[in-house]
């Protein structure tokens, strides 16, 4: 759908944060890009939330360095930097019947939402009227 990227979340529950440097080496060393990260809960467990291009070479590298990891495909897209974007977002989210359970802003990359349906989110985002001019369509797999 123009505009809304499909991208991968890589969700690592680690001890605290320090383990976040060596499970960003094993991605690195992997050739892939962490385009986002977010980590929430503490001091332990943390659940982190990585955005990467290649879900499944990101869980192939973790996978051999002995990491569990979930992934899950997830919707991105740029949104106008505005006063109303976000609850122009939800409202649309919400009439569409979508069930978000993960929303957090890439800062390059732009809001990152994990649903159980991502068509359904998809649609509502497009039709929102609040895609940044320049969010080009583009999907990744």
Known sequence: MGGVETLWDVV???????G?????DVLAKA???IDSVCCTGGPS????????????????ALAAAG??????EVAVCVLQNRPGTL???????????ARVDL????????????ADELAVVRTAIASCGRLAPHAAPASHG
């Open 12 to 18: 690592v529950e680690l001890e605290g944060t320090a």
């Open 20 to 24: 976040l440097a060596g499970l960003a």
């Open 31 to 33: 050739g892939t890009n």
């Open 45 to 60: 467990p943390v659940t982190c939330h990585l955005l990467v291009s290649d879900g499944d070479a990101a869980s192939a």
């Open 67 to 72: 990491i569990p990891a979930r992934t899950r």
């Open 87 to 97: 609850a122009a977002v939800g409202a649309a989210l919400n009439a569409a019947g």
């Open 103 to 114: 929303l957090y802003q890439a800062t390059e990359r732009g809001l990152v939402i994990g």
